[in-house]
């Protein structure tokens, strides 16, 4: 069964969606392990989608289910120009080192965590979708 809850464009929202991932995490007999990965990625993405998408004031969807074993969970923005980050390639760390960058290694996490990762955009929305095994 799918669960579905819609949250305002705020980082103040993320002990309801931490609430609300853990009373499904329970219903869908996720160990801890895998929940605190999937809090920590959906932390990524919200807090990525509240402060890099501008264009919006809309509020940002998020469901989740278990489907033949796996934890779908997908987190909906409403935004213009689309930023699909399952396209950004794998990080030299040698190179990011060196170069004293900071930041930018979430979305690396949130792929490394998650065992599949999907994006998609139609109609002025994009369908960030992660997956892990439960």
């Known amino acids: 069964m799918k669960s579905e809850k819609t949250f305002t464009r705020s980082i103040n929202e993320l002990e309801n969606i931490f609430s609300f991932l853990e009373v499904n995490g329970e219903r869908f007999h ?4 895998n929940l605190h990965d999937l809090e920590l990625s959906v932390e990524e ?4 989608m509240v402060r890099h998408n501008s264009s919006s004031n809309q509020a940002i969807e998020i469901s989740i289910e278990l489907d033949d074993g796996q934890i779908l969970t997908c987190l909906t ?13 794998e990080i030299d760390f040698e190179e990011y080192i ?5 930041g ?3 979305i690396f996490l949130v792929k490394e965590l ?7 955009h139609l109609n002025g929305k994009s369908k960030i979708t992660i997956i892990k095994k439960a």
């Open 30 to 33: 996720m160990n801890e392990r």
């Open 104 to 106: 930018g290694l979430g």
């Open 77 to 89: 923005d409403h935004e213009d120009t689309p930023f699909d980050f399952t396209q950004l390639g």
């Open 114 to 120: 998650m065992d599949e990762v999907r994006f998609e």
């Open 45 to 48: 993405i919200f807090t990525n």
């Open 98 to 102: 060196a170069k004293k960058k900071s």
